[in-house]
């Protein structure tokens, strides 16, 4: 009985659109009304500025976290426990009660997932989220390729739960990103202000300049 309350709890936690809510209260905007309409960081930093988007990131990491985190909270020992009770909080997030079972993409909610799971293997997804974006300047290909290392680590290190449970949430993800990717195909993608490709085509604009 409690397991299923835990089950039902982390994904109300995974629910909560902190987008939404953030962007309504402290900047009166709805990231759905810009850029990509989605409710996630990335969008949230493009239509509700910086501050307001870290925000969004640290919060929407830390639902996963404290999804993930309360089978032990509720006595249950299983390690095991961590990932499917984390799954939930990313079911809430892509599919919230509170916006009529819509929502983002959860890749912060999914990290935050591996933070209370292993925070090694957390560190390992993040360095390769933040490092692919340095090169490519796009944050989809670094999502993507952070949840796409963590399936494989999950492999190499025989973590059968786990590499299951990525392999999973890298399906989806990819499934998600589509149009994303679509994007990247046709250099349609939205890339962030910073990093190598970012840097390329400044440059190579500049000398493009008559």
């Not at 079911?91 to 591996?114: D, Q, R, Y």
Request: net charge positive; with cysteine.
């Amino acid at each position: 009985m409690k397991l299923a309350f835990a089950f039902i709890l982390a994904y109300l936690i995974g629910s909560i659109p902190s987008g939404v809510w953030i962007g309504r209260t402290f900047v009166h905007k709805d990231p759905r009304d810009g850029g990509s309409h989605n409710i996630g960081t990335t969008n949230s930093f493009r239509v509700l500025g910086a501050p307001a988007g870290t925000a969004v990131l640290i919060i929407d990491i830390l639902k996963g976290t404290l999804g993930a985190s309360l089978p032990h909270l509720f006595g249950y020992n299983q390690h095991w426990l961590v990932l499917l009770c984390g799954l939930a909080a990313v079911i809430g997030h892509m599919a919230s009660i509170f916006l009529k079972f819509k929502g983002g993409k959860a890749v912060a909610t999914s990290a935050g997932i591996l933070l209370a799971y292993s925070p090694l293997l957390f560190a390992v997804a993040s360095g390769t989220f933040v490092g692919v974006i340095l090169i490519t300047s796009t944050v989809a290909l670094g999502s993507l390729t952070g949840v796409l290392v963590t399936t494989i680590v999950a492999l190499c290190i025989h973590d059968w739960v786990l590499a299951t449970i990525a392999g999973v949430l890298t399906i989806v993800l990819f499934i998600r990103h589509i149009p994303n990717l679509k994007r990247i195909a046709h250099h349609q993608e939205n890339i962030v202000h910073f990093g190598l490709y970012y840097a390329l085509q400044k440059e190579k604009s500049e000398n493009t300049k008559p």
